[in-house]
């Protein structure tokens, strides 16, 4: 018996043990992992696929999430204010994990070639009230926007992308947005990922003008000076992210933010007299990506 208890003592010490041990640990990890990668919902098939677009049925990864953000308290101002954003992206599952900036609006990858992407993309614009802000005394109320449109971005090499969305407004604003953004991309570790480029904007004129605008009635009550803004080259900038990637799900960022107005944005009275052309917003975010099934 004691020589028994002695060969089992052994053998737990032994270098083979805690061989058999790490690769117990490691499958159960990967067990893990597996079923944390399945499938969490199907979806029905849709009841019809558009023309010239590939099909939409088949598996899909979604990541959801949320970051806070300390920015201008609205385009233009020379103070600050804490919100929460949602993230929202979708992509093919088993397609490579794109890069994602802070720029980035909520979209899917409808058409995806690994370093070519483009589909559908939207930004919600909040409401402006002019009773927040002793600034925008006399400037009246401009009623919050849905920006829907479209993105394309494109990987010429894997460290640094290009990528484009053009939006149509409704709501607050019926103008144009156009923004261009271009990043390059350093893996620090295998789990953190440095980012950053830099950032551009064009805006027609009746994108610009609600939030710029000064009419003779406004230039009464707020003392302000009239004036007509037109659209053309909006901000320049450049962005710094740091993203930690905890496991295939998970994933926090950090990120700041740079804009100068350009253009009659940068010239309107409201930005002139009580704002700011220098735009800086800061954020931290975390987001989660499962997969689903459309039949």
């Not at 640094?160 to 953004?181: I, K």
């Not at 950032?199 to 004036?227: C, H, I």
């Not at 994933?251 to 944005?265: F, N, Q, W």
Request: net charge positive; with cysteine; glycine share 10%.
């Amino acid at each position: 018996m004691k020589h028994n208890v002695e060969a089992v003592l052994r053998m737990l010490a032994s270098g083979a043990c805690r061989t058999l041990l790490a690769a117990t640990v490691n499958a159960m990890l990967a067990a893990c992992d597996r079923a944390s990668a399945q499938t969490a919902f199907t979806l029905p098939a849709p009841p019809f696929e558009l023309p010239l677009l590939p099909p939409v049925s088949g598996n899909w990864t979604v990541m959801i999430g949320a970051e806070g953000r300390y920015g201008p308290a609205f385009e233009g101002a020379n103070h600050s204010l804490f919100s929460p954003v949602p993230i929202f992206s979708i992509r093919r599952a088993g397609s490579v994990d794109q890069f994602r900036s802070p720029r980035d609006n909520a979209s899917i990858a409808l058409i995806d070639f690994g370093n070519l992407r483009a589909g559908p993309a939207a930004k919600f614009v909040p409401s402006r009230k002019a009773g927040n802000y002793a600034e925008l005394n006399g400037l009246g109320d401009v009623k919050a926007a849905f920006e829907l449109g479209g993105f394309i971005e494109y990987f010429p090499v894997d460290w640094f992308r290009v990528r484009n969305e053009t939006r149509g407004g409704f709501g607050g604003h019926q103008g144009v947005v156009a923004d261009f953004s271009a990043d390059f991309i350093v893996p620090v570790t295998r789990a953190i990922t440095v980012s950053g480029g830099p950032r551009f904007t064009w805006e027609s004129t009746k994108a610009v003008s609600p939030y710029y605008n000064v009419d003779t009635v406004q230039a009464m009550e707020s003392g302000l000076p009239v004036f007509d803004a037109k659209g053309g080259a909006h901000s320049v900038g450049a962005g710094l992210q740091v993203k930690y990637r905890i496991n295939p799900q998970w994933e926090v960022h950090s990120y700041v933010e740079y804009d100068r107005l350009l253009g009659d944005a940068a010239k309107s009275p409201l930005v002139t007299a009580r704002g700011s052309v220098n735009q800086t917003t800061v954020g931290l975010g975390a987001s989660y990506a499962f997969d689903f099934r459309i039949r």
